[in-house]
């Protein structure tokens, strides 16, 4: 069982920058590879960014790449999402998932196992 704690959301203006943070528990978050995935209102939950477990590939969406980057720090296992040049329409909440040993399909959402609360990130313009 892997528990993941999200934090950092918050309110910035366009243009701005955010740092998510996801927090896993366990011992085997080396083994998972982690993803965030956000849902606006009235819309359907997206993929954003992936980071293999291994660390060595990363994925984004068309529209984040550029300005977001995914890493992760295992011996603080914990994966972030850099949010950069942020636009109104990156307003959502954003969820931190995983998946053990995940290479495959990383930019659909039934792929992983476990997920985060959420954090609110609001974008103003």
């Known amino acids: 069982q892997v528990q993941l704690v999200e934090s950092g959301g918050g309110l910035v203006q366009a243009g701005g920058s955010l740092r998510l943070s996801c927090a896993a528990s366990?011992?085997?978050?080396?083994?998972?590879?982690m993803g965030w995935f956000r849902q606006a209102p009235g819309k359907e939950r997206e993929f954003v960014a992936a980071?293999?477990?291994?660390?060595?590939?990363?994925y984004y969406a068309d529209s984040v790449k550029g300005r977001f980057t995914i890493s992760r720090d295992n011996a603080k296992n914990t994966v972030y999402l850099q949010m950069n040049s942020l636009k109104p329409e990156d307003t959502a909440v954003y969820y931190c998932?995983?998946?053990?040993?995940?290479?495959?399909?990383?930019?659909?959402?039934?792929?992983?196992?476990?997920w985060g609360q959420g954090t609110q990130v609001t974008v103003s313009s």
């Open positions: 998932a995983a998946v053990q040993y995940g290479s495959y399909d990383l930019r659909e959402s039934y792929k992983y196992d476990y």
């Open positions: 366990g011992r085997t978050f080396s083994r998972n590879t």
């Open positions: 980071i293999i477990w291994t660390g060595r590939s990363t």
